[in-house]
């Protein structure tokens, strides 16, 4: 029997229970998911997904002096006070190496809630696209993408990138099923735009998150965001932990 | 200013109040709004979107002896007792001509519901979409392209149709801003499958919708649903009334 491969275009569109059993990944592609996997390919030991600021701060605190560090934004923004924002290039192995970060997104925070009943969390982005295709394939039964969105619109560089990690499956596994209809709308998005970077980085720049990032005077990101493949990385959730560190 | 094209991939994903001082265009093309457009361009006076089997027949009795026909489907199927079904060819000049169609469709006539507090309510399918993009084109303010889906799910054949008016308004429509996600992620699809009669019939005969009719014996409504601007009527949904007629 074959395994399906489903897209879902925002985390509101998963049928109850459809993930049990299932291997979901991810993605956020501007802005969070991008930068957990490039805070953990920088040496951090483990990103903490948390709902507010708040909640950041107050788990940031019970750590040993020196090795948390605050992390997110808001409405795009850094927060004050906070250690860094939520721009992948800011999470240098300098700054990140060792330490375990708090962050608080929007979007990419209430995907991974959406998410956590599967029984493996993976984190996805463009830049390690290619690794968990590689993840993916190595387990059994159906794979759910699951695309953070932003405040729940579809966004298209988490289709794209949902497509992308969806062909890919759809062409190496034998018996994996991508026919479901909103899995091929992403395909095909992938087949149009993705595996080019001038493309991608084009798409990314005339989303709305891209507009809005460049509005914002952080249209740096995108092209950090838009880079397939720049990383080995498997970021992993560990729902009972709560805790995102590198997939074993 | 310019006005925004929207794509609603699914009736859910319409956030409140959008469609206020808008025109909304409602899309099943897998099959109500194709057997719609089918039953005004042979010559029906309207089609009465009903909710159930029950309401439907309520109606229908009361209406003068020989003026009414009872069609419509569930799970695809003719429903026992009524004169049509689903499919557009049974929706002939001979069977429709000056006759009132009492029809009770599942995703149509939600989408349609979905759509009912818009300015004006069109009804578009492949079959029709040039002119529906004539009339749309002549309001002002917003366009709502809203895609009825499966069940709640997403259908490539609806974001085929939409994204099709959406890229043809946006060519054509100096002031149209086509910039939102859904809408480009429609579009992207349109660009690659649409305009071509056999790329759109193998896109719709490999859909969720077209491989259930294929299922069910009904496979020759694809290529009555893929053909486009087949016909140049624009039905209408008067909310009034609540019935479908030719606009204007």
């Known amino acids: 029997m074959s395994s399906p491969i489903q897209v879902h275009l925002l985390p509101a569109l998963i049928e109850p229970d459809a993930l049990r059993d299932a291997t979901a990944v991810v993605i956020d592609v501007l802005r969070a998911t991008s930068t957990i996997v490039h805070a953990l390919a920088q040496g951090a030991l483990g990103v903490i997904p948390c709902a507010g600021i708040d909640e950041a701060q107050r788990l940031a605190e019970q750590q040993l002096p020196g090795t948390a560090l605050l992390a997110g934004e808001r409405c795009g923004l850094p927060i004050p006070g906070f250690d860094l924002g939520n721009s992948p290039n800011e999470f240098s192995a300098q700054a990140v190496q060792g330490k375990k970060i708090f962050m608080t997104t929007t979007n990419g925070t209430r995907a991974l809630i959406a998410a956590k009943t599967a029984r493996r969390v993976l984190v996805a982005a463009l830049t390690n696209l290619s690794q968990v295709v590689v993840e993916a394939r190595q387990q059994a039964g159906p794979v759910h993408l699951v695309c953070a969105g932003t405040d729940g619109r579809i966004t298209l560089e988490d289709a794209l990138c949902a497509g992308g990690i969806a062909r890919w499956l759809q062409h190496f596994g034998d018996d994996m099923d991508a026919s479901d209809d909103a899995t091929q709308l992403a395909i095909n998005l ?59």
């Open 190 to 248: 992938y087949e149009t735009h993705g595996p080019d970077y001038d493309r991608t980085f084009d798409l990314l720049r005339a989303s709305r998150g891209g507009r809005n990032l460049i509005d914002c005077g952080l249209g740096d990101d995108i092209s950090n965001c838009a880079r397939q493949d720049r990383f080995d990385v498997v970021p992993e959730l560990f729902v009972e932990d709560w805790e995102i560190r590198l997939a074993k």
